[in-house]
């Protein structure tokens, strides 16, 4: 059966591209993080709760080299399959904002993880920057609202988050005036 990319599937590939483990398919980042991952993983039949594992750095993973496989690939091609405004874009940056992103009054920062992270929001029309606060970089969302109003379908971790939740509402007024 050949394995496909669907939403919530890119979703995960979000998640694990920005915060791999070092062993097998899985995260390594807080503890809402790897329970929203492996709750995706469970409720896309990836696999059963008794096969997911905790390694001695913390993070959760599972054995699945065909999924493991798949996750590389698409991570490797993100460019090509990622590159339009459609849910599976949306889907896998609310991935990655979910493990990297931070919502405060009217901004969005992402941690920076790489220089293609930020490449491939510019590509698709988030424009960016790079920006340091105490002593760490994010990019840093130029236009929050449209941001937050396009992957909030997606998100998981920010769905229930009061400013996250206000940039939506905003990005929907202003569509309305247009």
Same mark, same amino acid.
Request: hydrophobic share 40%; proline share 2%; charged share 30%.
């Given at each position: 059966?050949?394995?496909?990319?669907?939403?919530?599937?890119?979703?995960?590939?979000?998640?694990?591209?920005?915060?791999?483990?070092?062993?097998?398919?899985?995260v390594?980042?807080s503890?809402?993080?790897k329970?929203i991952?492996?709750?995706?993983?469970?409720?896309?039949?990836?696999?059963?709760? #008794?096969?997911?594992?905790?390694? #001695?750095?913390?993070?959760?993973?599972?054995?699945?080299?065909?999924?493991?496989?798949?996750?590389?690939r698409? %991570?490797? %091609?993100? +460019?090509?399959?990622?590159?339009?405004?459609?849910?599976?874009?949306?889907?896998?940056?609310?991935g990655?904002f979910?493990?990297?992103g931070?919502?405060?009054?009217n901004?969005?920062?992402?941690?920076?993880h790489? *220089?293609?992270? %930020?490449v491939?929001?510019?590509?698709?029309?988030?424009?960016t920057t790079?920006?340091?606060? %105490?002593?760490?970089?994010?990019? *840093?969302?130029?236009?929050?609202?449209?941001?937050? +109003?396009f992957?909030?379908?997606f998100?998981?971790?920010f769905?229930?988050?009061?400013?996250?939740?206000?940039?939506? *509402?905003?990005?929907?007024?202003?569509?309305?005036?247009r």
């Amino acid at each position: 059966m050949a394995l496909t990319l669907t939403p919530p599937l890119s979703y995960l590939i979000g998640m694990w591209h920005a915060a791999k483990s070092r062993r097998g398919l899985g995260v390594r980042s807080s503890e809402d993080v790897k329970a929203i991952f492996v709750k995706g993983l469970l409720d896309l039949s990836i696999t059963t709760p #008794d096969k997911v594992l905790v390694s #001695d750095d913390g993070s959760v993973y599972v054995q699945h080299v065909r999924y493991k496989k798949l996750f590389e690939r698409v %991570e490797s %091609e993100r +460019f090509i399959r990622f590159k339009y405004l459609n849910d599976y874009s949306a889907a896998f940056l609310a991935g990655l904002f979910d493990v990297l992103g931070l919502v405060k009054t009217n901004t969005v920062l992402m941690r920076y993880h790489c *220089k293609d992270d %930020e490449v491939h929001l510019n590509v698709l029309g988030f424009r960016t920057t790079v920006v340091r606060s %105490e002593g760490k970089r994010y990019v *840093k969302l130029e236009n929050p609202a449209f941001f937050a +109003f396009f992957i909030h379908h997606f998100t998981k971790r920010f769905s229930d988050d009061s400013r996250f939740q206000s940039l939506v *509402k905003l990005a929907k007024l202003r569509a309305r005036r247009r």
